[in-house]
């Protein structure tokens, strides 16, 4: 199928990274090359983009929508987790800007085989780099029933986490659960029939925290921010898009401590940390989705976009 993908919070996002011709650019999460064709637009053919990718389709797709706009740009077959290395050894210098968009891209949804949707019936898989050997389809086969319990409390933060962890290991002690419908058939048996009423499709928090526990996504964002931060240069800026409260918590609170928040703990009457500013906020609040937006893509509904300075 099509790699077509409706990038979220586009301009706002790119405005804020400032892009200037002659600079080098990061685009941490390609996908369907949305973000990267407007940096490539503003860099007028002067400077260099660099992006990151592990999905095969995401690549193909994104670079010939990148080449119909100018060709001064390097995508890397990679999760951005090696974001830090990549640009030591390409950037020595530091780079103008960075980029996190961490929505999963709507084709990875839409195509069933992946895996990642609880709306169609397909193999449990839930991988961005089809090289990764780990599944979901192992994780709910595997894993002890307290370890899926937490992962599903503290990724999906669903209230049911513990009695759905308990069905899925009493269902697969009768037979391996294999496919997306088999599992949200053992959600929806473990949700009493209340609850199911109301609020989201049942299976969507479980699923979340499947896919976010399949491709590490919270420790590599965590570990990729830290990386990103020291490649940036002097005025560089990095812009964060998340979706959903734990991504969020985790740039909001990097954003802090690199804004100089004092990390030391509250028992100890002087700090010793040396907490020292190394960016500038540029978002007090962030910025959402506007009206029109979501109108045109209601999986943007969620999105938050956070964004600092290098000083």
């Given amino acids: 199928m099509d790699f077509v993908h409706i990038t979220v919070l586009l301009q706002q996002a790119v405005d804020l990274l400032a892009v ?3 600079g080098t650019y990061v685009d941490c999460t390609l996908g369907g090359g949305g973000h990267s064709s407007e940096i490539l637009r503003r860099l007028q053919g002067r400077g260099r983009l660099i992006a990151f990718d592990q999905d095969p389709a995401a690549i193909a797709a994104a670079t010939k929508r990148l080449k119909e706009i100018a060709t001064n740009f390097t995508i890397i077959n990679s999760n951005f987790s090696r974001v830090g290395e990549v640009l030591e050894a390409e950037c020595p210098e530091g780079v103008q800007g960075i980029l996190f968009d961490l929505g999963v891209s709507s084709p990875q949804l839409d195509e069933a085989e992946r895996g990642f949707s609880y709306m169609q019936d397909a193999p449990l898989d839930m991988r961005m780099d089809p090289a990764n050997p780990l599944t979901a389809m192992d994780l709910v086969n595997e894993m002890p029933e307290q370890e899926l319990s937490k992962i599903i409390w503290e990724y999906g933060e669903e209230r049911w986490a513990k009695r759905i962890a308990k069905f899925i290991v009493t269902r697969r002690q009768v037979k391996r659960i294999e496919t997306t419908a088999e599992l949200v058939d053992v959600i929806k048996a473990a949700i009493p029939a209340g609850a199911r009423r109301e609020g989201p499709h049942p299976a969507k928090r479980t699923f979340q925290a ?10 590599a964002f965590a570990a990729a921010l830290d990386a990103a931060i020291d490649r940036l240069a002097s005025g560089g800026r990095l812009a964060a898009i998340t979706f959903h409260s734990l991504e969020d918590r985790i740039a909001k ?16 009457p002087v700090c010793v940390c040396g907490a020292a500013a190394r960016v500038r906020n540029l978002t007090r609040k962030p910025l959402v989705p506007q009206q029109q937006e979501l109108e045109l893509n209601p999986r943007a509904r969620s999105a938050k976009l956070r964004a600092v ?3």
């Avoid at 609170?253 to 509250?266: D, M, V």
């Fill in 20 to 22: 200037r011709p002659g």
């Fill in 210 to 219: 499947l896919r976010i526990t399949v491709n590490n996504e919270l420790g």
């Fill in 253 to 268: 609170e990097k954003f802090l401590t690199w804004g100089g928040r004092c990390t030391c703990p509250q028992e100890l």
């Fill in 309 to 311: 300075e290098r000083l």
